[in-house]
């Protein structure tokens, strides 16, 4: 069983910064491609972003596209979403998960993930 954890969360004001961080436990984080999801107050986790175990691959969701980056240090067992521009809409709890697959073929299905971080709160005040 792996062992994610989320850091990095916090309020900040429309238009402002955050990078998220998520550590990985145990050898085989680099063979496997990485998401992050959100759930905002009231409505179902969403896809965000993922990346190809190598980082040679990455995907967005629409709403985030240009705004957020994801990567990758596999020697450090992390993945990153950096967020820049950040809108009210963003404001969620933040969930990295471990797919089961190394590419980022299957990472917007919530099916594909078989480890989940415990979250970390992202606020954006207007």
């Known amino acids: 069983q792996v062992q994610l954890v989320e850091s990095g969360g916090g309020l900040v004001q429309a238009g402002d910064s955050l990078r998220l961080s998520c550590a990985a436990s145990?050898?085989?984080?680099?063979?496997?491609?990485m998401t992050w999801f959100r759930q905002a107050p009231g409505k179902a986790r969403e896809f965000v972003a993922g990346?190809?175990?190598?980082?040679?691959?990455?995907g967005y969701a629409d709403s985030v596209k240009g705004r957020f980056t994801v990567s990758r240090d596999n020697a450090k067992n992390t993945v990153m979403l950096q967020m820049d521009s950040l809108k009210p809409e963003n404001t969620a709890v933040y969930y990295c998960?471990?797919?089961?697959?190394?590419?980022?073929?299957?990472?917007?299905?919530?099916?594909?993930?078989?480890?989940w971080g415990q979250g970390t709160r992202v606020t954006v005040s207007s």
């Open positions: 990346i190809s175990r190598d980082g040679g691959s990455t």
């Open positions: 145990g050898r085989t984080f680099s063979s496997y491609a």
């Open positions: 998960a471990r797919t089961m697959y190394s590419s980022t073929s299957y990472i917007t299905d919530r099916g594909n993930l078989d480890n």
